[in-house]
Structures are given as structure tokens and as C-alpha cells.
């Protein structure tokens, strides 16, 4: 934590979320509801229902204050029965998310009075969020694809717990939406850093992204309102 110097990271993760809510295409919704244990209990629902989920991460700190961005991916395709007639309906639904944060170290604390003492840290940030998302019903009869794309303003904090031994553990969450983009979305992060190497860090953890998004009417229509949660790993490079 300096307070003067220049810094950085760079991160990949691999995120393995549920999903559960409501996506719609025009006049059509329809009902989402993977949870990680229904993934986990067969491998192969994994490739059928989640082709990926992904995330990068860039950060570039001075003194005080980190700017961060963040870009991830993730894909679901199911098949569903319709309710009229039974027949079967292909979903696929896409969203590439990214969103950019501006943290500020509000405050440091000691909490030992050891030679090397655990460390507390509190940054507030504030930041914006932004999704592309497309939908596409392939029925036996004609088929629905729609496209939006939206940006959130956020406002978040996150907690640092270094024990300055290897080991940190952090808590992050932010809301946003507030009807500019989402009615409503928000972002809770749960999780722990092991310093493997001077420049390394293994990441792990959990992260639940929910957003609640619908614009238009009758065949315009367009909703995504979706809870992804989930556990991640990841790996990160500080220079």
C-alpha cells in the first residue's frame, strides 16, 4: 500500500455460476433455474447448459487510488417444454458484461502490534456497468432473437482483511440501476487471495451478479432479469 508509487494488476477467472430468474423476447418469458449443484452433479450438464463463464480484470493504482475494469462472458443454452402443444424449445442466451471502477483508499487500520500486522483496508468506488445481451428462442414454428444493450451507474465498497502472511481475504458489493439502465442491479463478491509467488496470486471465491432489465413492449419486448451466483477461481499478476 503505497501512497506515493505507481502499481498494477492483471487477472483471468473462471466462474462457474447457477442462474434463476426470468429472460423474454417479445411476448415469450421463460423461467431459468440452474443452481451449481445441478452443474456439478454431471460434467456433461456443464457443456449442455453453461458453454462458458469468464471474467479479465485490469488494474492500474497511484497512491491512493485504483482504477479497475473488468470484462467478462457468459453463455447458457437450454431446452425447455413449451407449454402449448409440448414441444420443445431451444433456448440460448448471451451476455458480455464490463464494467469500470474507480476505488479510493478511504482508510487503513492496524490490527495487531506486530512487526508485520494484519491490515484492514476500506476503499468506496464508484463505477459504471454495462451489458450486451441477446436471446434467442428457436421454436418449431418461428423464432424469437433479441438484442439490448444498457450501462448502470454503481456505487460499491470493498474490504481487505491482509493478514500479511500470504494470505488476504476480501468483501466487495455495489448497487446500481437506480432506472437509468436496470430498475435495479447489484454485485456481492466473497472471497480469498493466497501469494503463491512474489507477483502471484491465487484467487477464489463466490459471486452473485443480479440484474433486474426490461425495455419495450409486444414484439420490442426485451427482459433479462437474471441472479447469477456462483463460485470462481482465478489467478492474478501484479507489477
Known amino acids: 500500500f503505497d501512497d506515493c ?3 498494477g494488476s492483471l487477472s ?14 417479445g411476448p415469450v418469458d421463460i423461467d431459468v433455474d440452474i443452481s451449481v449443484g445441478d452443474l456439478l452433479e454431471n460434467l456433461g450438464d456443464i457443456i449442455e447448459n453453461l458453454e462458458f463463464g469468464w471474467q479479465g480484470a485490469a488494474s492500474v493504482r497511484k497512491g491512493r487510488w485504483t482504477l479497475t ?11 425447455v417444454p413449451l407449454e402449448v402443444g409440448g414441444a420443445a424449445a431451444n433456448i440460448e442466451a448471451t451476455v458480455l458484461q464490463w464494467q469500470a471502477n474507480l476505488y479510493y483508499r478511504a482508510g487503513m487500520s492496524e490490527l495487531s502490534c506486530s512487526p508485520c500486522p494484519t491490515l484492514l483496508v476500506y476503499e468506496p468506488y464508484v463505477g459504471v456497468r454495462g451489458y450486451s445481451a441477446e436471446i434467442d428462442f428457436k421454436t418449431p414454428g418461428p423464432g424469437i432473437s433479441k438484442k439490448a444493450d444498457w450501462v448502470d451507474p454503481v456505487v460499491g465498497a470493498r474490504l481487505t482483511l491482509d493478514f500479511r502472511n500470504r494470505w488476504a481475504l476480501e468483501l466487495e458489493g455495489d448497487i446500481g440501476g437506480f432506472g437509468a439502465g436496470s430498475d435495479l442491479s447489484w454485485l456481492l463478491r466473497v472471497g480469498a487471495g493466497w501469494r503463491f509467488a512474489r507477483k502471484w496470486t491465487l484467487r477464489f471465491g463466490w459471486m452473485i451478479v443480479d440484474t433486474d432489465y426490461e ?3 409486444g414484439l420490442d419486448r426485451f427482459k433479462w432479469d437474471l441472479q447469477q451466483s456462483g463460485p470462481y477461481l482465478g489467478i492474478d499478476f501484479s507489477f
Open 215 to 217: 425495455y419495450g413492449a
Open 5 to 7: 508509487g505507481w502499481g
Open 69 to 79: 475494469g473488468y470484462v467478462s462472458g457468459l453463455k447458457l443454452g437450454q431446452s
Open 12 to 25: 483471468v477467472l473462471g466462474w462457474l455460476p447457477g442462474m434463476s430468474g426470468t429472460i423474454g423476447a
